[in-house]
């Protein structure tokens, strides 16, 4: 019986290949920030309210003005075939049918135009690297523009790729017959075998991720799309300062699922700083380690606009393909609803800071 996301991580667990599974579910190094980012979130203790009318509750709201149906937007997650034959598609559609938003990984099994092909009505943003050779990223902002995506995610926190020795071990790289198709599609090439000393995905990037990456390119990639720009992998409240002043629409307070810099600070941790910082000037969401409908109010009432799943609509993906997925939004979306019952919240409006003690209070 499936009842909520660590119930579809097990089963995942099962149906995907070795290999492919530490891939997905790893860390870097010893993955203490892979496990710090869900105690962060569990730590936190909510200071519910009572005798208020909740019942009508409303949790439809928009992120850089596009309605969504519940603040909770599909992360952008790389090579999804792995996980099902139907990859990114059957993401897309599981977004579509939950009404959320998905933003599209540079590194998908399946190409951009491809993806905004299925259910091309629903909401997708693009996720960017900005690469040495800046004519790869060009290409690829060119084919999200014509596309019809509605914004650009630019992960700013992988400069370059940070040692995850999960896959050193088992040799990953992708099976026969896959590839990453943006990659191939931009003239980058497929990703090569593992050695030794680094998995193929590793071997990939050395040499493609520009080390140079400053906030400079924020501006660069509005001008050349003439899309928002929401910037993923921000910690610290001058980053995000930073961020904004070269243009950012939108920050993500990301520490990459704690798969970059081992040690790194927990997102829940990171984010009131951050919200603080900003001061209501754009939108600020995070990521890492959400995986119950409390996270999630807790995340919106330390001031998040939304929450991005990464991991868990892939093990939906894994389990029941779109179907699946589907489901996973739709039970983090259903324990929402109820932690804002509990809570005293009707609204989303509601869920204020005073909800939280402790770490959590701002």
Known sequence: MLLNLFDYERAARERVAASAWDYQAGGANDEVTLRANRAAWEAIEIRYRTMVDVSRRAMATTVLGVPVSMPILVAPTAMQKLAHPDGESGMARAAAAAGALLVVSTTATTGLSDVAAVEPASPKWFQVYVYAGREHTEALVAQAVAAGYRALMLTVDTPVLGRRERDIRSGFTLPAGMQIANAVEAGMGAVPTATGEASGLMRHFRGLHDPSIAPRDIQWLRDLSGLPVVVKGIVRGDDARRAIDHGASAIVVSNHGGRQLDTAIATARALPEVVAAVDGQVEVYVDGGIRRGSDVL??????????????????????????????????LRDELDLAMALAGCPSLSDITPDLLAGAGAR
């Not at 919106?300 to 996973?328: E, S």
């Open 298 to 331: 807790k995340a919106l009432a330390m001031g998040a606009r939304g929450v991005l799943v990464g991991r868990p609509p892939v093990w939906g993906l894994a389990v029941d393909g779109a179907a699946g997925a589907q489901h996973v939004l739709e039970l």
